[in-house]
Nanobody, 125 residues
Framework: VQLQASGGGLVQPGGSLRLSCVAS????????MAWFRRAPGKEREFVAA????????YYADSVKGRFTISRDDARRTLSLQMNSLKPEDTAVYYC???????????????????WGQGTQVTVSS
C-alpha cells in the first residue's frame, strides 16, 4: 500500500497550488483521508480531512476558506486545492489514510495508518 503525494512547488503569496495524493495497492473509498503539514522547526499540523463518502470535511482554522479537500475514489486520488497562499503555509504536506472502515474525518494524526512521502510547498516572493 502506497500513497504518493505530488503537486508541491514554489509559488508567490496570493497564488494557488493543487496537491494530489494517489493510492496504490488498495482503495480507500471506505476510509477517511486527510492532509497534514510540517513547517521547518515546527510540529506536524492538521490541515484538512474528508470522510469516506466525501460528505464530511473538516479544516484547520488557519486554512478555512482558502483550502478545499476533495476525493475522486474512481481515480484513487485525494486532492487539496490551495488558494490565497501565504508564506506561513510553507511546509512539507503529507497525505494520510485511515484503516478503519467508514471512520470519521479527524484532525488527530494518530487516527491515520497510511502516510505519503510528502511534497514541499514554498510560498515566497
Amino acid at each position: 500500500v502506497q500513497l504518493q503525494a505530488s503537486g508541491g512547488g514554489l509559488v508567490q503569496p496570493g497564488g494557488s497550488l493543487r496537491l494530489s495524493c494517489v493510492a496504490s495497492g488498495r482503495t480507500f473509498r471506505d476510509n477517511a483521508m486527510a492532509w497534514f503539514r510540517r513547517a521547518p522547526g515546527k510540529e506536524r499540523e492538521f490541515v484538512a480531512a474528508i470522510g469516506w463518502s466525501g460528505g464530511q470535511t473538516y479544516y484547520a482554522d488557519s486554512v478555512k476558506g482558502r483550502f478545499t479537500i476533495s476525493r475522486d475514489d474512481a481515480r484513487r486520488t485525494l486532492s487539496l486545492q490551495m488558494n490565497s497562499l501565504k508564506p506561513e503555509d510553507t511546509a512539507v504536506y503529507y497525505c494520510a489514510a485511515d484503516r478503519q472502515f467508514a471512520g470519521p474525518a479527524s484532525a488527530d494524526y494518530g487516527s491515520y495508518d497510511y502516510w505519503g512521502q510528502g511534497t514541499q510547498v514554498t510560498v515566497s516572493s
